[in-house]
């Protein structure tokens, strides 16, 4: 047995009306990588904050035993002073500032009144090496891609002489291939004795870097599962800990739905990228979609999955070179503008629900209406009662969790947003529904509403573009499947015919030459 | 329960509450002068033009925090045309139409630079703040032109004879005219409010509670007919009150009811998401910025009458008024959040600590001094209490 670096004890800690941790124990080994796991809002952030210092002592009851002595941390140095760093799920990089300002961001190196770049910079060099950055540090951090900006808060914490390190969820930004270059560093670390904590919601990356597992659920540790014994952690098993029942079957049957004629076929679909137009982001797609059908796309991230949604969507993305559009079976060319498409009954549902999608700021009766204003007003004057019944059908129809309907957006979990603009785009009325990963972020109790609710949709007829890069999601949803790779389609197949082998090796012989 | 419902009607009534806490330091202090009849009239008549430039304002604001630093300026160059109109013997109703649609004019040409080639507010009227002073200047030729056109006064306020006249006559020393309309507005105000609570309890939508319900009613009835009852005893309805009150009441319902308005709360909220619900988010902002040119125009005529002459210098500061009225008022600096009663809420609160500060002798660079600090506070009142959520 390797010694117990970290041992958190009996930890309570509640907020007004609410207790997040009841009465939590949690023990790290040295050189061990750990992974905490729970649904959204199961305790897992608000452990690690207790941890770090942001929730000072005494706002919370219990010991922290860190290297055999009992902490008291009252601010986020103090923690770090004892080697404890956290990385935050947002990325908190100022991208008009270099790396290394960044990295050294609140630790500056030198005398106060003035300080000394060329040490920041050399430094920072070194850090960056270590994560397997070949940029200069000198570089400005909004030239970087995210995957590098997670690196880059990585060599920030290294800097900081990390030895016990908390990854929250640190790929949740990251496409598959930075993913796992992430995960190896993490491997990379252990063997030179580092000891980490991860935060995260991927299963698959659990399974492949953690020793053992934690899960968290409503404030408690329900078990902590050992990775390296007698037996095999399935995924299953997990979740099972996670939601507290077995889930026997993650994504529900869709029964004796029609599939119809074709609803929507792109053609030949080019778009350039709306700056850089030497690039094409989507490069001569063509595909289409039946009534009452859902049609998986998947690809990587940066694949174009997502610009050529936008570009159908009223060109609300890049412009487009070539390609024709058919609804129904006519040719028909949209203007340059979503209302133009929403016309048309296209619906585009946004992967960035805070940023592109919901109004935080105003009340779910607000968001569910936005689309479609025109139908529940007369004469461009809105009839409130009507809006209300409105917004309340599909509370009741989506089963969003809420006191009312007058709640603001901002105030509702991840999943009751991710119904609340569902709900939006189905208010507009629309004949095809372009999802783009309607289930990220989302806890697996909400992913499995979502799920239900795309067989509904279906079942009612409407045609459903589901872009995902969650594999089992594609293969388990769809009724076929498009595969998208640097701007191309690379591939097609009927939904019984995939495998995640067969998908991925698809990817990885079309290359990836962008 | 008690004390969680008593914290969240302090939350949601701060501002009420301010008020009439600073009325009553001020009923001591100036030993009740401040609600002498005059004085009472007067915080109407003399802050007419923050109403409605607040009021513009506040649509710009609610885009993104968005403010026009313009409409002193514009206030000023359209006061002088019209002075100018006046001054030849022009038709006053002419005047009038030429007043509003440059401010208009003005509104759109501001809108079109913000809207439609993305240049950032603050730096388009900025400018329009420069060049509507220097054209103001232009068109007087420096000098203050004043206005003897009696209609034009009467109508919009300005003047010995600018109150609606009294159709009933003195009942002791009260304008009935204006008594009777304050009952009936008051008995308007009640009925509706009532209507629409119990068409919401019968749908089962969510709804206050009877009591909050009932003393919101009753509160507002009772401010209406103490208003009307105090402007009674003094010459009756000054004809700007209507001016005001017509704007408030339109642009309340277009905040509230219309399309338009939706779209001004949903571009302030999240621009992007707007955008890609399908509404023209560029055609929403050129309506924010013209329709504030517009009220610029009307704020205009409001002020030429009240000062019975045009002025180079008139409308100093206004957009500053305006402007912290719609803060107070509770609108976010960052777009999305505010309303037409926070922003008339802010300019009484603001016309009472003027003319409290006025009646006491304290000099206008103090008063200066606590305006400034009043705004700080009740922004600090918003952040610390968004913070604490």
Redesign the interface.
Known sequence: MAKIILEMKNITKTFPGVKALDNVNFQVEEGEIHALVGENGAGKSTLMNVLSGIYPYGTYEGDIVYEGEVCKFHKIKDSESKGIVIIHQELALVPEMTIGENMYLGNEIGRKSAIDWDKTYSEADKYLKMVGLTESSKTKVKEIGTGKQQLVEIAKALSKHARLLILDEPTSSLNEEDSKALLDLMLGFKKQGMTMIIITHKLNEVAYVSDKITVVRDGSTIETLDCHGAEQISEDRIIKGMVGREMTNRFPKRENVAIGDVMMEVSNWTVQHPKYTERNVVNDVSMYVRKGEVVGIYGLMGAGRTELAMSIFGQSYGTLLSGTLKLDGKEVRLKKTPLDAIKHKIAYVTEDRKGNGLVLSQSIRVNTTLANLGGVSKNTVLDTDAEYAAAEEYRKKLNTKTPSVEQLVGNLSGGNQQKVLLAKWMFAEPDVLILDEPTRGIDVGAKYEIYCIINDLAKAGKSVIMISSELPEVIGMSDRIYIMNASRIVGEMKAEEATQENIMSMILASGRGD | MQTRSAKAFFKKNTMIIALVVVILFFYWRTGGTILLPQNVNNLFSQNAYVFVLGTGMLLCILTGGNIDLSVGSVVCFTGGIGAVMLDRDMNWLLTVIVMLAVGLAIGMFQGFWIAYVSVPPFIATLAGMYAFRGLSNVVLQGYSIGVDNTTFLNVFGGGADCYIPDFIGKVGNLNMTCMIAGIIIAVLFVVLNIKTWI?RKV?G??NDSMTSELAKVAVMAILILYITWKLAQFKGIPTVVIWILAVLLIYNYISQ????G?YL??V???R?????????TKRVFFIAYSNMGLLAGLAGILTLARMVQGNPTFGLGYEMDAIAACFIGGA?AYG??GAVPGTVIGAVLLGVINQGMSIMGVSTNYQSVVKGLVLLIAVLFDVVSKKKE
Request: hydrophobic letters at 25%; charged letters at 20%.
């Open positions: 068409t749908k939508y969510t009811k219309t399309a338009i939706r709360y949903a302030g909220g999240n992007k998401a707007t955008e890609l619900s399908g509404v023209n976010s999305g959040i």
